[in-house]
């Protein structure tokens, strides 16, 4: 008698176009991929590096240990990100006068200018991706979404697991 444990399933019987963690990966790739073809062709940028100038003009990750943390990323990745971003004139580094060693992040005016046209390329990607869902359907995945992220106990997901669309508001479906 072996010690090995035994596989739950063998290999050739797991479908992976039916697993959701396999599902959930793939239209995160697909939706990456697609921002970023569109930031690369309009703004010049990765759609990580779209991403990190919207939440910065959405005043979320002020420093880089946010993003880092936001991200899932180690502070060297978005260190290199950010030198990218205060290259091209996008963001720029400010010492807290509170506390000198913190570094806050702040958009320039070209980075808020540009920041201003990343909502437009999102909102395109995400129509094409749920084209044919109706508005009942879009806030049922959203909710569906939500619950995955409260389940995860992380509590960097706890503000997004909690949000609720408030349809008087005009928050888009998307």
């Known amino acids: 008698m072996s010690d090995a444990p035994t596989p739950p399933t063998r290999i050739g019987d797991y479908q992976l176009g039916e697993s959701v963690?396999?599902?959930l990966s793939r239209v995160r790739s697909t939706l990456w991929n697609m921002v970023t073809q569109h930031t690369t062709a309009e703004l010049g940028i990765t759609s990580?590096?779209?991403?990190?100038?919207f939440m910065l003009a959405a005043g979320q990750g002020v420093t880089a240990a946010d993003l880092a943390r936001e991200y899932g990323i180690d502070a060297s990745a978005v260190t290199r990100l950010?030198?990218?971003l205060e290259k091209r004139g996008l963001l720029s580094r400010v010492?807290?006068?509170?506390d000198r060693r913190v570094v806050r992040l702040a958009l320039t005016p070209e980075g808020y200018a540009l920041a201003e046209r990343i909502p437009a390329i999102f909102t395109r990607?995400?129509?094409k991706l749920?084209?044919?869902f109706t508005p009942?359907?879009?806030g049922f995945l959203k909710s569906m979404l939500r619950r995955v992220l409260?389940?995860?106990?992380?509590p960097g997901c706890a503000v997004l697991a909690g949000a609720t669309a408030d349809k008087s508001s005009g928050a888009p479906l998307r």
Not at 150 to 154: I, K, L, M
């Open 150 to 154: 409260a389940n995860s106990c992380d």
């Open 48 to 53: 990580t590096q779209a991403s990190i100038v």
């Open 21 to 23: 963690g396999y599902l």
């Open 136 to 138: 009942e359907e879009v």
């Open 130 to 132: 749920l084209m044919g």
């Open 95 to 98: 010492r807290s006068e509170e």
């Open 125 to 127: 990607v995400l129509d």
């Open 82 to 84: 950010i030198d990218r």
